[in-house]
C-alpha cells in the first residue's frame, strides 16, 4: 500500500471487528500493530503477523511511544463499549471508556504527529427516527448512553481535526455480523448479547434459548428492525477509508450499512431454517435504550470509498455465523481432550 509501508495502529484489534479489521490490512499489505486491553478481546483473535500490545487507549505516553517506534501514520480506533443495555445500567463506565479514553488517544495522536484516523461510530448516534432510512445528514439524537458517548467522541474528533489537521473518517456502522468466510475470524465473545450471535449460539445448542425484546413495536412483526451488515464488508471499508485518507481525502462521516431492514423475528427465522433447529423463546418486554427500526442510507460511502460489498445476503451472514460458531465448538473440545490427555500422562 501506499505511504512507504507506515504502519498503522488498531486499538481493539483483538476483538471482533478490529481483528477482520486487522486481517483485512494485513491482507493488503499493511503493517498492523494492535493495541488491546484485552477487557473483552482475546489473543487468540488477534492475525498471526500481528503484533499484540497490551495495553489501554487512557494510556497517552504508551502510544505515543508505540506511534514512534512502529512509525505510525495511521489509527483505527474501535476500542470502546459497546453493549446498549449496559450502557443504560453503567453511563459513566460507557463515557469514561468511549469518550475520556477516546481524548486520551486523541491527544497522543497530536503530539506524534499521527496524520489520520478512522472511529468505530454507530447507528446508535441516530436514535429514534421515522425515516425508513437515515442518512449521514439526519440529525443525531441518540436515545442512549452507548449512542451518546459515541457521539460525543465523534464530535471531539472533529475538534481535533479542526484544529490539529489529523483528518477523521468517521463509519456508523449498522449491525455487525458474520465471520470471516475463510473462517480464519469470527466473533469471541464471551456471553455476547447481539442477537445473531446469541441465535447462532442457540442453533448449535450452546445456550438453551433466547428471548426476544418487544413484539409490539410499530414494524412489519412487531419486533425491531435492524441493518445487518457482514464484517467481512466492513473490513473491507477500513482498508478503502485507509487509502482514501492516505491519497489526503478530507474528514468524512460514513454509514456503512446495506440500507436493508430485518426483523428480529425474520433472522431468528433465517437461523432455523439454515440451522435445521428451533431455536428456543421467550418474548420478554422491550429492552432499554432500544430504537424500534435502524436501517441505512447508504450511498455515501459507495461514491467516498467505492465500497462495493460482497457478502450482503441475510443466508451469507448467518451461514458465516453458524460455520464460526461450530468451528469454536470442536476447537474447544480438542482443547479439553488435549488437557485431558496431558493431565493423564503426567
Ligand atoms: N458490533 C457491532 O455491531 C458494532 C456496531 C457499531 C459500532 N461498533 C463499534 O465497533 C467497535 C468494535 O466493536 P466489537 O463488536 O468488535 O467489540 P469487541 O468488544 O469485540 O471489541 C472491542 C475491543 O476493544 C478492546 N478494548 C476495549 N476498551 C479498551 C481500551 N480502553 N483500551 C484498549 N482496548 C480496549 C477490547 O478488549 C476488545 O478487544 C466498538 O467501538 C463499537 O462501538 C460495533
Ligand atoms: O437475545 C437477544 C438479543 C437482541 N435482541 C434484539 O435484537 C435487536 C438487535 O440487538 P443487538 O444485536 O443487541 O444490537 P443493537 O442493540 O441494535 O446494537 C448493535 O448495533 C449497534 C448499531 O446499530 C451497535 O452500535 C452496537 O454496538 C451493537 O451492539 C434489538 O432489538 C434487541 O432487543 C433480542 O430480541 N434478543
Not at 489501554?56 to 495511521?74: C, F, G, H, P, Q
Not at 473518517?169 to 470471516?180: E, K, M, P, Q
Request: charged content about 20%.
Amino acid at each position: 500500500m501506499i505511504n512507504g509501508n507506515r504502519a498503522v495502529l488498531v486499538t481493539g484489534g483483538a476483538g471482533y471487528i478490529g481483528s477482520h479489521a486487522a486481517l483485512a490490512l494485513r491482507d493488503a499489505g499493511v503493517r498492523v500493530v494492535v493495541l488491546d486491553d484485552l477487557s473483552t478481546g482475546t489473543e487468540a483473535a488477534v492475525p498471526s503477523g500481528v503484533t499484540l500490545i497490551r495495553g489501554s487507549t487512557a494510556d497517552t505516553k504508551l502510544i505515543v511511544t508505540l506511534v514512534r517506534l512502529y512509525d505510525i501514520d495511521s489509527v483505527m480506533h474501535f476500542a470502546g463499549s459497546l453493549v446498549v443495555p449496559e450502557s443504560v445500567v453503567h453511563p459513566v463506565a460507557y463515557w469514561r471508556n468511549n469518550v475520556a479514553n477516546t481524548m486520551n488517544l486523541a491527544e497522543a495522536c497530536v503530539l506524534a504527529g499521527v496524520e489520520q484516523l478512522v472511529f468505530s461510530s454507530t447507528a446508535a448516534v441516530y436514535g429514534l427516527s421515522d425515516a425508513a432510512q437515515v442518512d449521514e445528514d439526519t440529525v443525531p439524537a441518540p436515545i442512549n448512553p452507548y449512542g451518546s458517548s459515541k457521539l460525543a467522541a465523534e464530535r471531539l474528533l472533529a475538534d481535533v481535526s479542526a484544529a490539529h489537521g489529523i483528518r477523521v473518517a468517521v463509519l456508523r456502522y449498522f449491525n455487525v455480523a458474520g465471520a470471516d468466510p475463510d473462517g480464519r475470524a469470527g466473533q469471541r465473545t464471551v456471553g455476547a448479547t447481539h442477537l445473531i450471535k446469541v441465535a447462532c449460539e442457540v442453533a448449535t445448542g450452546q445456550r438453551a434459548g433466547m428471548s426476544v425484546f418487544g413484539c409490539d413495536y410499530d414494524t412489519i412483526d412487531g419486533t425491531c428492525v435492524r441493518d445487518f451488515i457482514h464484517v467481512s464488508d466492513l473490513a473491507e471499508a477500513h482498508v478503502l477509508a485507509l487509502r482514501y485518507l492516505r491519497a489526503g481525502g478530507a474528514s468524512t462521516t460514513l454509514n456503512c450499512g446495506y440500507g436493508r431492514g430485518q426483523s428480529v423475528r425474520a433472522v431468528i427465522e433465517a437461523v432455523e431454517r439454515l440451522s435445521g433447529t428451533t431455536v428456543e423463546l421467550t418474548t420478554m418486554p422491550r429492552r432499554a435504550g432500544d430504537p424500534p427500526a435502524l436501517v441505512a442510507q447508504a450511498d455515501r460511502i459507495r461514491s467516498v470509498l467505492g465500497w462495493e460489498p460482497r457478502h450482503t445476503g441475510l443466508d451469507e451472514i448467518l451461514g458465516s455465523s453458524l460455520a464460526w460458531e461450530r468451528r469454536m465448538m470442536q476447537e474447544r473440545t480438542f482443547e479439553t481432550a488435549r488437557s485431558i490427555q496431558a493431565t493423564s500422562a503426567a
